[in-house]
Structures are given as structure tokens and as C-alpha cells.
Nanobody
Framework: QVQLVESGGGLVQAGDSLRLSCAASGRTFSTHRMGWFRQAPGKEREFVGAINWSGVFTSYSDSVKGRFTISRDNAKNTVYLQMNSLRPEDTAVYYC??????????????????WGQGTQVTVAS
């Protein structure tokens, strides 16, 4: 069992940076693939990025590649999403998720077993 709690969301201006954190409980965190997803009003939840259990491999959606960076600290049971050059279209509720198994299918929502409650990110133009 893994419980996830996101933090770090807020209201920022376009071009600003923000770092989200996702704190996990449970001894199996270090063996799980971690993903970040987001959901804007009226839209489906979409993949943002993912990181494998060791932190060696990462994957990003085209819309955030080059602007967002995922990292993790297994000693602290925490995964981070560093978001730079934020745009109004990045406004959404951001969720972290944990999934067992390898790094294949990391953009697929169904590949994740545990979800946080989400944190709101609003980017003003």
C-alpha cells in the first residue's frame, strides 16, 4: 500500500517556476514507478511525465518536454516535479501516481495503482 500527498501548487504568473512535491508513505515507494498527471477543467486527465524506480529513466509529454523535470529522493520517499517557463495552458490539478512493475506504458493511467488527491496549479497570463 502506498499513500501519496502532493504539495507545492499555487497561483503564479506566466514564465514563473514552481516545484511540486509528492510525499509517499509505505516501504515499497522505492520500487515503484512514479508519474505526474494533470487535469484541466472539462478535459481528461493527461500524462505529464514519469520516472522509474531508480531515477535513471524519465519520460515526458511533448507539451512539457524541456520545461518540466521529474526527480525523486528514495531516502525521503518523495518525488518532485520542477516546472519552469509556466504557461497559462499548464493550469490544471496535478496528480502524482505510483505504479508497480517496469517502465513500459508509463503514460498509461491504467498502469498506476495509487493516486494522490491532487494540487492546483494556476498560471495567470
Amino acid at each position: 500500500q502506498v499513500q501519496l500527498v502532493e504539495s507545492g501548487g499555487g497561483l503564479v504568473q506566466a514564465g514563473d517556476s514552481l516545484r511540486l512535491s509528492c510525499a509517499a508513505s509505505g516501504r515499497t515507494f522505492s520500487t515503484h514507478r512514479m508519474g505526474w498527471f494533470r487535469q484541466a477543467p472539462g478535459k481528461e486527465r493527461e500524462f505529464v511525465g514519469a520516472i522509474n524506480w531508480s531515477g535513471v529513466f524519465t519520460s515526458y509529454s511533448d507539451s512539457v518536454k524541456g520545461r518540466f523535470t521529474i526527480s525523486r529522493d528514495n531516502a525521503k520517499n518523495t518525488v518532485y516535479l520542477q516546472m519552469n517557463s509556466l504557461r497559462p495552458e499548464d493550469t490544471a490539478v496535478y496528480y502524482c501516481a505510483a505504479g508497480a512493475g517496469g517502465f513500459t506504458g508509463q503514460a498509461n493511467i491504467r498502469r498506476y495503482d495509487y493516486w494522490g488527491q491532487g494540487t492546483q496549479v494556476t498560471v495567470a497570463s
